[in-house]
């Protein structure tokens, strides 16, 4: 056979094999945690950048609504009857449930995914919550994009903000993976910087609020970290109320919920569903093996300062700050 001649056989038959993915219609299951923007913002945008992709897809969805055990078995039960050829997990709590661990051990699940890609997204510290082995390398057939980053540095512009020593920060009681990582970062900045971390511990924002409304807790700042609690606290206005009655100002994760703090400091969640696309293409399309895809790092936090509710709780904005942000709200 001629060189040239087997050259063209071979473009033909990469030709023809792109082709056929192309043609292709795969069925990707989608099973979120919890409602809410810090998973629905990296869902939409997953889909989107896998259209730009050209991927065609047909979509199952599932919502846990945060519960896990029996609940979570018949959702899980659902979607692999559907054969789905990669599952898009949005969330810590859902994430390490699929995995066959919580916080960094091992549990019992019915249905631990082993044979079907997980990507992930909206999810805090894989490595931590024990999801994978490192961030090079899974190790398994999950990979995904994190939304962790040093919290630190949102805890250093509250100290430049002001005088502010007392920091109250909502968690989650269930023992999560997320929340043991805003745990393990409030030791290390309580340690540095010689804030005192006043963590209060519930199920849910009205657990939250009866014990704020029934202990004599004092303090002159909030923290909303990756936590599901923490994030229904802000997001029904307890923290807000508390912010205002204490003229404590909020510091948020959340870039998306800026306008519920003074600093929010944080990933883009938008750009969290991209990456997350972007592997489920290596996946499906490339036929790339996702252990052999590193966990993404938030590598850009976006900074945002809200002037506006600075002002109602009397705070003055140093310069300085305002200088580094990548945006204000006037």
Known sequence: MGKSKFCLMLLTSVFLFFQSIAAKTFTIAIIQYDKGL??????????????????????????????????????IEDMLSQKPDLI???????????????????????????????????????VLSGIVKNWKYSGNN???ASVFFPTRRLFETLRRAGPYKKVLVPLDSTGL???????????KIS???????????????????????NTNITFDSIAVLYDNVAIECLTTGILEKLSYEYKAPIINVLTFLKEHAVFSYGADFNENGKVAAQMAYQI???????????????????????????????????????????????
Not at 88 to 117: C, D, F, M, Q, W
Not at 316 to 326: G, Q, T
């Open 191 to 213: 340690k540095k910087y010689h804030f005192d971390i006043i963590t209060v511990f519930g199920e849910n924002a009205l657990e939250i609020q009866k014990q704020l409304e």
């Open 177 to 187: 993976g997320c929340t043991l990582a805003s745990k393990r970062e409030m030791e």
């Open 88 to 126: 898009l997990s949005l969330g810590t709590g859902i994430t390490e449930y699929l995995a066959g661990v919580k916080a960094g051990r091992p549990i019992n699940v019915k249905h631990k995914i082993t044979n079907i890609p997980v990507v992930f997204a909206a999810v805090t510290n894989p």
């Open 284 to 330: 499906l399309v490339e036929g790339k093996d996702p252990s052999s895809i590193p966990i993404y790092k938030v590598r850009n936090p976006y900074f945002v300062i809200n002037l506006k509710m600075a002002k109602k709780l009397g705070m003055h904005i140093p310069p300085s700050l305002l200088a580094i942000a990548d945006e204000v709200i006037k």
């Open 142 to 144: 999950f990979t995904g």
């Open 38 to 75: 810090v998973y629905d913002i990296p869902k939409e945008s997953f889909k989107s950048e896998l259209r730009k992709l050209g991927v065609k897809a047909k979509y199952i969805e599932y919502n846990c609504n945060r519960r896990l055990g029996e609940f979570a078995d018949t959702l």
